[in-house]
């Protein structure tokens, strides 16, 4: 079974610091994937990043990266110098690799209610 | 582009009632995907449907809920004799489909739904 933890449930920062969500996963799959989306307060769930599990380089674009760990089942999300637009609930997800008609639903954390203050 | 659409964006019904939700995946997308988000349980699977494979259902909560997909293109999720733990937004989601990848899905706005 496929699982992902996003242990910090809300933060509150004040504009212009760094800030980093957390997300630990579990699964049996040699190969997967993770995600992390972003939910404004609009609702929409927004694609951010995607990642496979031959991949451990880190990412960054922008103000956003992204720090992902094999041996510590972690995919960590940074912002670094947060702004008020930053404020959402983000989600961390993991699907499966399989090839050959697969279904790649995705696993979702609970998510972390990001606020940042002006 | 047009996103994914879903419609109504709030549905109030009684308990007991069945109602239908409608999606509208983005065009060249073969593969959709139903969740729901509710405040106890976060954002859950739903249902998976694959250009004309059998659909992956395992994560319909019970028999009361049921989904189609026509011509590989819109789809509607029916939940019939509506409870109230039925309540919470239902979203859909859309994706490019290749073996060996998972592409990013792209979700629609969802369907609030309140049973009362």
């Known amino acids: 079974a496929q699982k992902v933890t996003q242990a910090q449930t809300e933060i509150s920062v004040v504009e212009k610091e760094d800030v980093t969500l957390d997300c630990v996963y579990e699964t049996r799959d040699t190969t997967y994937y993770l995600f992390w989306y972003k939910q404004p307060p609009s609702g929409e769930l927004v694609f951010l990043i995607r990642?496979?599990?031959?991949?451990?380089q880190n990412e960054i674009s922008g103000r956003y990266s992204w720090n992902f760990q094999k041996s510590t089942s972690s995919f960590n999300f940074t912002i670094t110098a947060s702004q008020v637009v930053d404020s959402a609930v983000y989600f961390c997800a993991l699907s499966g690799g399989h090839s050959g008609g697969s279904n790649y639903k995705l696993t979702f954390g609970k998510g972390t209610l990001l606020t940042v203050n002006p | 582009g047009a996103g994914v659409s879903q419609s109504p964006s709030n549905k109030v019904t009684e308990k007991g009632k069945d109602v239908e939700l409608r999606c509208d995946p983005i065009?060249?997308?073969?593969?959709l995907y139903w969740y729901r988000q509710s405040l106890g349980q976060g954002l859950e699977f739903l249902i998976y449907?694959?250009?004309?494979?059998?659909?992956?259902k395992s994560g319909l909560p019970s028999d009361r809920f049921s989904a189609e997909r026509t011509g590989g293109s819109v789809s509607t999720l029916t939940i019939q004799r509506t409870q109230q733990e039925d309540s919470a937004v239902y979203l859909c989601?859309?994706?490019?489909?290749?073996?060996?990848?998972?592409?990013?899905?792209?979700f629609g706005p969802g369907t609030r739904l309140t049973v009362t």
């Open positions: 065009s060249g997308h073969t593969a």
């Open positions: 449907f694959q250009g004309n494979s059998a659909p992956d």
């Open positions: 990642r496979n599990s031959f991949d451990e």
């Open positions: 989601a859309s994706s490019l489909r290749r073996s060996g990848r998972p592409y990013e899905q792209y």
